[in-house]
């Protein structure tokens, strides 16, 4: 079954922290990342994939101190796949609660 979905929705914290993972037996696309700054100052943000651990390092970045702008919304269009229940997507803010980050795609059973 394919299915269209939201797939996480998180606001990042100062530590790269895992924001989602595929289930077993289920292979995820990640079409599209969501980046919200809702604060009134200038923020950066992070995103790893590391598709079979939570190993968030130069090898698994995707996206590192990337600069957003006050009360900014940015549309990051991808295709990942992730196929293992124990990979990650990690997030990460300079500062705590200040921005979201969500995810939407497809999850195949």
Request: proline content about 1%.
């Amino acid at each position: 079954m394919f299915t269209e979905t939201s797939l996480f929705s998180k606001e990042a914290t100062t530590t790269a922290t895992s924001a989602y993972s595929p289930g077993s037996g289920e292979t995820a696309i990640i079409k599209q990342i969501t980046v919200c700054n809702h604060e009134s100052t200038d923020q950066t943000f992070g995103i790893w994939l590391d598709g079979d651990g939570s190993t968030y390092n130069d090898n698994s970045v995707r996206f590192e101190d990337v600069a957003i702008s006050a009360n900014t919304t940015v549309i990051i269009d991808t295709y990942w796949i992730m196929n293992n229940a124990s990979g990650n997507i990690a997030i990460k803010a300079d500062a705590n609660s200040k921005i979201t980050i969500s995810a939407d795609g497809a999850v195949l059973t």
